[in-house]
């Protein structure tokens, strides 16, 4: 069996950038992916040895992330709720207003098509990988992700140099 | 050149966004796009989005990792509470979970290593005081093995006979007790044929058993260390290492003879 635990520890920004981009609460995040770091290691004696190590803790740490969702009700009203500071994400000043639209747009997304567009987009899950994470079929993660980005580009221009010749006007 | 596709597929387009498709896919969303630019502008609009995504959130992917997120920490911190025997067997509990190799990981990144380091120290400082030019290096000399053996059996709370190295050259002097920040430990003395000087330092560890001999320097000299059932030992003297690690295998071995 290879190393498990390297493969665990190589995982664990990736897993925290993904906690971040969905809570957006820096505590908020560290404490999930710190629950899913324990999950794992509670689970890792049951684990099938030829499963991906990364879509393996990605499906744990959704799995916290919905019972989550359930116990606070958050839902569609969660972004609402959430701390003015804590919608500024990145950690630059520059990059956090250069990508404000489009994160205020995220922001506005339901939880589902967020999380299939994050999984996709800024992890380089595959769509099969993302269906395995979310327990859904692949068909669902297609209609999620086109809805998704769908909504993205209502609400966020894309910045001018992305794409040249072209604005749209809200 | 086929002709350009009239048709592409939703889940194609999004499949050319997140580069996900085969080359002659790819090749016909591409010719598609050509001819259909109100079409191009929405995939592009797409793959800005996807990089604005990544860009955003790329520093959270970049921060150092908060001590609460340090793997090695929240492994040691599942075997710490718990007793000797009970984390010993946990140790092999989760030893089937992640492998042999997963099991050295762990027992040289964090538990044994800061034991294993805290032990070489104590030996180090032993070997220096009583081995080299004392008048006196032991308190009891291997004239009474017997007595020498009841002597540290009944300081170190355990019993430890002083390891037989007579086969591979080195006759025992003697053994003391000494004093360490984590209680007291036994240091046995040989010497070879020449009169070069050999030490075994040993004493109780709560610390997980190493899953090698690790090679290590005591004080001015090297050495070998490792922990088995409860015990740490490091093994030191003006030898190569190549030697040390022989003797070392050999104390190992009579140790679990002895259970």
């Keep these: 069996m290879p190393d498990v635990l390297p493969r665990i520890e190589a995982c664990i920004p990736a897993l925290r950038r993904y906690a971040m981009a969905l809570l957006r609460g820096r505590q908020d995040a560290d404490d999930m992916v710190h629950d899913t770091l324990v999950r794992a290691l509670d689970r890792l004696h049951t684990r099938r040895d030829d499963g991906d190590v990364r879509a393996w803790l990605f499906a744990i740490m959704h799995n916290l992330f919905i019972s989550r969702l359930r116990r606070h009700r958050l839902g569609a009203s969660y972004a609402a709720a959430r701390e003015p500071e804590d919608v500024a994400v990145a950690a630059d000043q520059e990059g956090r207003l250069r990508w404000r639209d489009l994160l205020n747009a995220l922001d506005s997304l339901a939880p589902e098509q967020r999380q299939v567009i994050l999984l996709v987009a800024v992890e380089d899950l595959t769509y099969a990988e993302v269906a395995h994470v979310l327990n859904i079929p692949i068909g669902t993660v297609m209609s999620r992700l086109a809805r998704g980005r769908e909504r993205l580009r209502a609400l966020a221009a894309v910045p001018e140099p992305a794409r040249p010749g072209l604005r749209r006007v809200k | ?259």
Excluded at chain 2, 18 to 28: C, F, I, T
Excluded at chain 2, 38 to 48: K, L
Excluded at chain 2, 69 to 75: E, K, Q, T, Y
Excluded at chain 2, 179 to 208: E, M, N, Q, S, W
């Design chain 2, 1 to 259: 050149m086929s002709e350009p596709p009239s048709c592409i597929s939703e889940e194609a387009l999004h499949g050319y966004v997140d580069q996900q498709l085969d080359p002659e896919r790819r090749a016909a969303v591409e010719q598609y796009l050509q001819c259909h630019p109100a079409e191009a502008v929405r995939v592009a609009d797409y793959r800005a989005h996807r990089e604005g995504l990544r860009a955003a959130f790329a520093p959270f992917a970049d921060a150092p990792l908060p001590p609460s997120l340090n793997l090695a920490r929240l492994v040691e911190a599942r075997l710490r509470p718990r007793r000797m025997a009970w984390r010993m067997a946990a140790a092999v509990l989760l030893g089937v979970g992640i492998g042999t190799s997963g099991s050295w990981w762990l027992a040289s990144r964090d538990a044994s290593g800061a034991a294993l380091d805290t032990l070489v120290d104590e030996a180090a400082v032993s070997y220096a005081t009583f081995v080299p030019n004392a008048e006196r290096p032991v308190q009891f000399s291997a004239a009474d093995p017997q007595q020498l053996a009841k002597w540290v059996g009944s300081r170190l709370n355990r019993k430890l006979i002083p390891p037989d190295l007579s086969a591979a050259g080195y006759e025992l002097l003697g053994g003391r007790v000494v004093a360490t920040g984590h209680g007291a430990a036994a240091l046995f003395i040989y010497k070879d044929g020449r009169g070069v000087p050999l030490a075994v330092f040993a004493r109780p560890t709560d610390a997980a058993d190493t899953a090698t001999i690790a090679e290590v320097d005591v004080g001015a000299t090297d050495g070998c260390a490792w922990i088995e059932h409860g015990i740490g030992y490091t093994v030191t003297g003006a030898e190569s290492y190549a030697r040390l690690l022989e003797l070392s295998k050999h104390i190992r071995a009579q140790a679990r003879a002895q259970g």
